[in-house]
């Protein structure tokens, strides 16, 4: 290890940057062949859902650098930047949907970007520790109801 990584944190990074290149690589693909920002924001949802194999593996390394990144200001700087892309891609769909007429005009993207980015975090965060009332599915309900409230289509006269 101590070969290619001199410490702890660079471990850390590195996992961090595979984890989330190849979780960017593999949406990338589906996401773009939907033209509609709802539908995309919905299967953006479901392709962050903590299911068992490589996307919970990709959460587990989330959770490890969340708690790394508390006590050591060094690695926020590439927390960021990866956190950032998630939440702009979210609020992009948004304004799209705004732009397009299929989300009603009031919405304020960026403050649904950190709302369901939070909402999903903790919900992802207690179906890896196995919260009682919490699995996959539970997440994802909730989450799509909270899509559903916090997006209203815009009314027609």
């Known amino acids: ?11 850390l990074r590195a996992a961090l940057t595979h984890a989330m290149d190849r979780a ?6 589906p996401l773009k062949e939907l033209d509609d920002p ?7 949802i479901d392709m962050q859902l903590p299911r068992p194999g490589e996307l919970r593996a990709e959460w587990s390394v989330w959770v490890q650098f ?11 700087e ?3 930047q990866y ?3 998630w939440r702009r891609a979210v609020a992009k769909n948004v304004e799209q949907g705004i732009e397009r007429g299929g989300i009603a005009a ?12 939070a909402l999903t975090d903790g919900l992802a965060i207690r ?13 994802r309900e909730l989450v799509v109801a909270f899509v559903d409230r916090a997006l209203p289509v815009p009314e027609t006269s």
């Open 1 to 11: 290890m101590h070969y290619h990584f001199p410490g702890k944190d660079d471990v």
């Open 24 to 29: 960017f690589a593999r949406q990338s693909a």
């Open 38 to 44: 709802r539908a995309r924001l919905l299967l953006l």
């Open 66 to 76: 969340w708690a790394e990144a508390m006590i050591n200001p060094d690695l926020r």
């Open 78 to 80: 590439i927390h960021d």
């Open 83 to 85: 956190y950032s892309r």
């Open 106 to 117: 009031e919405v304020d993207a960026d403050e649904f970007a950190h709302q369901l980015t």
């Open 127 to 139: 179906v890896l520790t196995d919260s009682s009332g919490c699995d996959v599915e539970r997440m």
